[in-house]
């Protein structure tokens, strides 16, 4: 069981302690997974250690498995072979499955609301449904979700009277209202207007000083090499490389790492 | 004038009337409660075609696929006569109800199937991915979204169902058309039979234009 935590209302970043991040356990764990799409060999004998509040950026270029593989955390996607763990837990079908998801919230690219509710009944499911919570309790917390990334004000219209952003911003609320201690984000910004992009990413950037574990897939360089621990390069379903920001975006070990980098660069 | 002395006569219509409510009132028994659990077993044939374990899925579209062939008629008459040869008999009301509540299904299934699938992948990882139960899922996000898209083809296959009812005045029952042909055949006289097609009308206009209405809304978009 994963128990709640309450991430967005602790410390600011500057003062979370990275270092003592680093040697804290391992929340998730994957071992030897592989994942295939009929033929298709999409992550390879993927081993990955996250600790507890660790931060973890994945880069690497379309279709080399990112999305893959944080799906597979989840499991929104099954997984061929090799073992996924979060908190203890094995990450199959089955009943425990609701207990890994409780303590597992994404952030999709698309941002994904329901629209046939409220923004504060998108915020507000979960705990209600799944984690028992009374209504009002419910209503409290995801009012305070809600004031946290900027949106309150919001809260009674339907997700199409937002923007991108401001949708994207409620799919964060929807995705803390769990408590969970691990957040999944699937380029949360490439689906928007680039004046909206900054107000998402700053959402991020203050979740990621509050001791919940992130693992982020991002095409946003910069912020990956500001905000995460920890960079893991992927390149046809394979961990290429991995390192502190500073090494990977510096001085990077491989070829291929290299080569995308510069490819980045050349946009 | 002799046309509506021969077709409207007003006396006849006046004394057969309470004999048309009464087959109204029928009519309308038979065809709600068909509609009624239409609606609800082709939404639990949509559900097993779509996620049951495999050899229920087959057995479901090959009952989906027949019922949707078998002309009404066929089927009502196979349940009223052919089945009492195997020791089951139904009254003329259930065995209509029993034929219309079968094809019905099927065709809602396939309705409710189209709707579902309209549902975006997202919608069904977002609502997995907080933690919701396979049941969770559909009820409180896939199906809300599924079956505002289908409103429109779904009360047309209402008014169908509505329809066929005429279909069980073939097996004796007292229903709109039956009463309409008997007070016909007493007062030697077409008047009843105008007078059922009037009120047929009555009760299906208002649901042909509400599905004009409700496309038209849909087409628009979500308000
Ligand atoms: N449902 C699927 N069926 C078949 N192949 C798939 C499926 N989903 C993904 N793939 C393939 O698996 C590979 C990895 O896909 P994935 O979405 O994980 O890539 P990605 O790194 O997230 O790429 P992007 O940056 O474009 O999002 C791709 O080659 C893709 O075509
Ligand atoms: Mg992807």
């Known amino acids: ?267 | 004038m002799d046309l509506v002395q021969t077709f409207f006569k007003w006396e006849v219509l006046v004394r057969t009337f309470p004999m048309l409510v009464q087959g109204l009132g029928m009519t309308i028994a038979l065809g709600f409660l068909s509609i009624l659990l239409g609606l609800i077993g082709g939404l639990g044939l949509a559900l097993l075609r779509l996620y049951g374990p495999k050899p229920l899925r087959f057995l479901t579209i090959a009952y989906i696929d027949v019922f949707r062939s078998l002309p009404v008629l066929v089927w009502l008459v196979i349940v009223y006569y052919a089945l009492p040869f195997v020791g089951i008999t139904l009254s003329p009301f259930a065995a209509a109800c029993t034929a219309l509540t079968m094809i019905s299904s099927a065709y809602a299934a396939e309705i409710y199937r189209a709707g579902i699938e309209a549902v975006p992948r997202g919608q069904f990882e977002a609502a997995q991915s907080i933690g919701l139960s396979q049941y969770r899922v559909m009820c409180d996000v896939v199906l809300p979204q599924a079956i505002r898209l289908i409103i429109p083809p779904l009360t047309s296959n209402c008014i169908n169902v509505m329809k066929d009812t005429a279909l069980a005045s073939v097996v004796a029952m007292p229903d709109l058309l039956k009463q309409a042909t008997q007070a016909q055949a007493l007062a030697a006289n077409p008047t009843p039979l105008i007078g059922a097609a009037l009120l047929y009308l009555v009760v299906l206009l208002p649901l042909v234009r509400l599905v004009g209405l409700l496309e038209k809304r849909f087409a628009q978009g979500r308000a």
Do not use: W
Request: hydrophobic share 40%; proline share 6%; aromatic share 6%.
């Open chain 1, 1 to 267: 069981m994963i128990e709640p935590t309450q991430p967005v209302s602790q410390a600011p970043s500057a003062a979370f302690d990275r270092q003592a991040a680093a040697a804290r356990r391992t929340l998730i764990s994957l071992k030897g997974v592989n994942k295939h799409y009929g033929d298709f060999h999409a992550l390879k004998n993927i081993d990955l250690e996250v600790a507890e509040g660790e931060v973890v950026a994945i880069l690497g270029p379309s279709g080399s498995g990112k999305s893959t593989l944080i799906r597979c955390i989840n499991h929104l996607e099954a997984y061929s072979a090799g073992d996924i763990y979060v908190d203890g837990t094995r990450v199959q079908p089955g009943p425990e499955l609701i207990e890994v998801r409780k303590g597992v919230g994404m952030v999709f690219q698309s941002f994904n609301l329901f629209p046939n509710m409220t923004v504060l009944e998108n915020v507000t499911l979960g705990p209600i449904r799944v984690r028992g919570r009374s209504p009002g309790a419910a209503q409290a917390r995801a009012k305070e979700l809600l004031e946290k990334v900027g949106i309150a004000e919001q809260m009674y219209k339907y997700p199409s009277a937002l923007s991108g952003g401001q949708q994207q911003r409620v799919g964060i609320a929807r995705a803390l209202a769990n408590e969970p201690r691990v957040l999944l984000f699937d380029e949360p910004t490439s689906a928007l207007d680039p004046e909206m992009v900054g107000e998402v990413l700053d959402v991020i950037k203050t979740l990621a000083g509050t001791g919940v574990t992130m693992l982020l897939v991002t095409h946003e360089m910069g912020f990956a090499r500001h905000v995460a621990d920890r960079v893991i390069f992927m390149e046809a379903g394979q961990i290429v490389e991995e390192g502190a920001p500073e090494q990977i975006f510096s001085a990077p070990q491989e070829d291929r790492t290299r080569a995308f980098f510069q490819s980045v660069l050349a946009h």
